[in-house]
């Protein structure tokens, strides 16, 4: 029971050193070489904790190699801009003056459904109110909207065309139908809801129809 009493605090003690060293930040927070590490310190550590039989310096001894590397790379990615691009990813722009921008959503996989839900979590319920939205390397979406000296009452919009699939409930649940949506895409000069990115209609009926790119 001391054994493993003393184990467990030595382990513990060593972590919470190496968490600090790494700098005070909240999990949502880690870039993703930042999470790896942690996750596979954690894994480290788990394995001498529970099992008697390995030597304790079996699991110090990676957790401060781990820990070693980390802070080497910390130092290379102050000093070099192209090493920390390289390890830590580069931001991307996601919407750039209310526009998504479709290849580097489709770069960084990132769907309409996410863009839509990031935008809503930050009190953002219409799209061409953004000037700027930049994908952090941590995964976070920091959301710039243009200054609105008299903001208006904000009107939820409907998803009805997502990345050219018709959403039938909610262009129902609009109070429209397929008939309305072809007349909608006529005067935007498209044929089909396959040529659409993304479409939506506010509770006032204002529309939001961005066609898709060309692909190159």
């Not at 790494?22 to 996750?39: A, C, F």
């Not at 839900?117 to 995964?139: F, W």
């Not at 903001?151 to 409907?158: A, K, Q, V, Y």
């Amino acid at each position: 029971m001391t054994t493993a009493f003393l184990r467990t605090v030595i382990l513990y003690v060593a972590l919470m050193v190496g968490l600090r060293l790494m700098g005070k930040r909240q999990i949502g927070e880690l870039e993703p070489s930042e999470l790896v590490l942690t996750l596979i310190i954690a894994d480290l550590a788990a394995v001498p904790m529970q099992d008697f039989g390995i030597p304790l310096i079996n699991g110090l001894l990676p957790i401060a190699v781990m820990l070693s590397l980390s802070l080497l790379f910390s130092f290379f990615s102050l000093k070099s801009i192209r090493f920390r691009g390289l390890l830590c990813g580069r931001p991307a722009i996601i919407i750039r003056e209310g526009k998504p921008m479709q290849r580097a959503m489709a770069k960084n996989r990132f769907t309409v459904d996410e863009l839509f839900e990031e935008l809503r979590t930050q009190g953002v319920t219409d799209i061409s109110s953004v000037k700027y939205a930049i994908l952090e390397t941590n995964g976070e979406l920091s959301v710039l909207p243009y200054p609105d000296p008299a903001p208006s009452p904000p009107t939820l919009p409907m998803l009805v065309i997502n990345d050219g699939r018709v959403i039938q409930h909610n262009l129902k649940s609009s109070g429209h139908d397929v008939s309305w949506l072809m007349k909608q895409l006529k005067k935007q000069r498209l044929s089909s809801p396959r040529q659409v990115f993304l479409m939506t209609v506010d509770e006032e009926g204002a529309i939001l129809c961005i066609p898709k790119e060309a692909r190159r």
